[in-house]
């Protein structure tokens, strides 16, 4: 269903679930369990996960802060995208990593909800991506003592938004990580 001609692959994108980013997110422990139990069920189908990590505010390549979180283990073999904003294809090889695969569908899990989340959905789908926000499976830090919702808040309206979020000739919308089919 995506725009993209001849794109007819899937793949789980996990974005920033690094040791810098997370510390502090809303249900850090759950949120990781959920994304770890998608990311195994994607490598048993064979179905691509790509590993992006934000290379900004302290997270330099190679740091602990940078290392995506020891839960997760991401495998050598797997794609990891470096980005510096908050839309993981602004200016990284993501869209040419996703063309080579023929990827034309994503999951999308990970964190900071508010930010690189929600960044990443609406470039991937105005990119002709069919996108899918995996609903229990982001997080973001509490920003309330800023004016911002609570995190509670935040993850559910973005679901809420996304859900009914629509875009010609694609797949857009939430489901929870139990509904996800490889």
């Known amino acids: 269903m995506s725009t993209l001609a001849n794109r007819p692959k899937l793949a789980l994108l996990v974005i920033d679930f690094q040791n810098g980013v997370v510390a502090d997110v809303f249900e850090r422990d759950k949120v990781a369990a959920t994304i770890k139990d998608l990311v195994d069920r994607a490598r048993a189908t064979g179905t691509p ?24 283990n991401p495998l050598p073999t797997e794609p990891r995208v470096q980005k510096r904003y908050g839309d993981a294809f602004e200016a990284t090889d993501l869209e040419e990593r996703l063309a080579a695969a023929r990827v034309g569908k994503l999951f999308v899990a990970g964190a900071q909800t508010d930010a690189c989340i929600r ?61 996800v089919t490889f």
Not at 147 to 152: D, E, K, L
């Open 49 to 72: 996960v790509i590993w992006v990590q934000d290379v900004d505010g302290g997270r330099d390549e190679g740091s602990e802060a940078w290392e995506i979180i020891p839960e997760l």
């Open 119 to 179: 960044s990443t959905l609406h470039g991937a789908v105005t990119r002709g991506y069919d996108t899918i926000l995996v609903a229990d499976a982001h997080t973001t830090e509490d920003l309330t003592e800023w004016g911002n919702p609570s995190p509670a808040a935040v993850i559910a309206h973005t679901n809420l938004y996304w859900q009914y979020h629509s875009a010609p000739d694609r797949e857009v919308g939430t489901l929870n990580a139990a509904d």
